[in-house]
């Protein structure tokens, strides 16, 4: 049988979906160093423990609402619940009875000017007096707190600290199909309501819920890593955070990965090739996840574009492209094909969920598990509308400039 909320949980999701979400910026992850103690990481999954249920109550809340009968979808209420038992699971896990002392050395962490934050790191993709969820304005409760003094800390707090990544990590395998998921949602939708196309409510309500998801994620990803990391030590490495990615590194990877989906999903003996122009000392601080991705993604419809141009029954394609630039403020990746581009009109298009140009999308068996569109080489709309989301989330962008011809 299913997990269904309870009426009272409803409840107490929409007094939590009332709070405003609080930002965490790169800088404020980047701050627990490699090793973080007891302390910091306990402090961390408090704030956790009182966010997360804030940013899972808003898309519980959003998913109930959404219109003209989606949110009846038999997956956008899969979805939903969820979402829910996530709460629930959060907001009742007890915490450690701990003695005075140590209570007062985490209410008054040492003081440490070079740890000092300023105020929370706004969204740059956000109006100033807006928080993403359309009311209030962002918290400034702080993420990070440096409690390393020293001394012991009681084996109560540690476990504590593995009881909530264990937890963490049982969350973040439940909601591992929740994109492929919503995306049978939207199918089934489109299917009963004789649609082609999403509307413009539609789509921002998916961006709002991906971009939600992709914090979600990062927060719980980041935390389970750093506990992981009082054992095992990944140089570089501050959870998921790499202090040192190497782009070009990431770059042939994905260019790698790329070219065998495309000689699997074409039946090529060699997929067109990818000449790849960047500096081999370049790095910077970045997640590599979400790198990879996005270079994944873009290579895989630069590729698909050149074989379906220029025909799969072809022996030489062009050439296609990757150049990375090291500006003074940014790092630009440019990926240039000889795809035949796309007409000026169909350009908005190309950012719409489930907008293909494939004939027929690809139906998602149902033990389907997957944690994101990598798996086909098209056929779901999904790849570029996620990957600028990603690009988005750190201040970054995705840009699409094409010539048709």
């Known amino acids: 049988m299913s997990w269904k909320p309870s009426e009272k949980l409803m409840q107490t999701i929409a007094h939590y979906a009332s709070f405003p979400p609080t930002g965490v910026s790169l800088r404020q992850m980047v701050q627990f160093g490699e090793r973080p103690s007891t302390g910091t990481l306990f402090r961390a999954s408090q704030f956790l423990s009182e966010e997360l249920p804030v940013r899972l109550a808003h898309r519980v809340e959003e998913l109930g609402k959404l219109p003209d009968g989606l949110n009846d979808m038999t997956s956008i209420q899969k979805v939903r619940d969820w979402y829910a038992q996530s709460f629930e699971e959060i907001t009742t896990m007890p915490r450690p009875d701990l003695d005075r002392d140590t209570r007062d050395r985490l209410l008054n962490p040492p003081k440490k000017p070079s740890n000092k934050l300023s105020s929370t790191t706004r969204n740059p993709s956000l109006k100033h007096d807006e928080n993403g969820n359309g009311k209030g304005s962002l918290n400034s409760r702080r993420y990070y707190a440096a409690l390393d003094d020293g001394r012991e800390w009681p084996p109560s707090l540690a476990e504590y600290n593995r009881k909530f990544a264990r937890t963490l990590e049982m969350i973040k395998r439940r909601h591992d199909p929740v994109v492929t998921t919503v995306a049978q949602g939207i199918n089934e939708w489109k299917r009963k309501?004789?649609?082609?196309?999403?509307?413009?409510?539609?789509?921002?309500?998916?961006?709002?819920?991906?971009?939600?998801?992709?914090?979600?994620?990062?927060?719980?990803?980041?935390?389970?890593?750093?506990?992981?990391?009082?054992?095992?030590?990944?140089?570089?490495?501050?959870?998921?955070?790499?202090?040192?990615?190497?782009?070009?590194?990431?770059?042939?990877?994905?260019?790698?990965?790329?070219?065998?989906?495309?000689?699997?999903?074409?039946?090529?003996?060699?997929?067109?090739?990818?000449?790849?122009?960047?500096?081999?000392?370049?790095?910077?601080?970045?997640?590599?996840?979400?790198?990879?991705?996005?270079?994944?993604?873009?290579l895989k419809n630069s590729l698909r574009a050149v074989v379906e141009t220029h025909g799969a029954d072809k022996e030489d394609f062009p050439v296609t492209k990757v150049i990375v630039a090291e500006g003074k403020e940014d790092i630009t990746i440019k990926i240039s094909d000889e795809g035949g581009g796309i007409p000026r009109s169909a350009i908005p298009l190309v950012w719409t969920y489930m907008y293909t140009t494939v004939d027929t999308?690809?139906?998602?068996?149902?033990?389907?598990?997957?944690?994101?569109?990598?798996?086909?080489?098209?056929?779901?709309?999904?790849?570029?509308?996620?990957?600028?989301?990603?690009a988005r989330y750190f201040g970054g962008d995705l840009k699409l400039i094409s010539m048709e011809g």
């Open 193 to 298: 309501q004789q649609r082609m196309q999403i509307d413009s409510s539609i789509q921002s309500f998916l961006d709002r819920f991906y971009m939600s998801r992709i914090g979600i994620r990062m927060l719980i990803g980041q935390h389970i890593a750093l506990t992981e990391q009082q054992s095992h030590r990944h140089p570089n490495y501050v959870g998921i955070i790499c202090t040192k990615t190497n782009v070009r590194e990431l770059a042939e990877e994905a260019i790698e990965n790329a070219r065998f989906v495309c000689e699997d999903h074409y039946g090529l003996f060699d997929a067109p090739k990818v000449q790849l122009f960047c500096n081999p000392s370049l790095n910077f601080m970045y997640v590599p996840g979400h790198l990879s991705h996005m270079l994944f993604e873009t």
């Open 361 to 390: 999308t690809p139906e998602l068996d149902p033990g389907f598990n997957a944690s994101d569109f990598k798996a086909p080489m098209a056929g779901f709309g999904y790849g570029l509308p996620i990957s600028r989301l990603y």
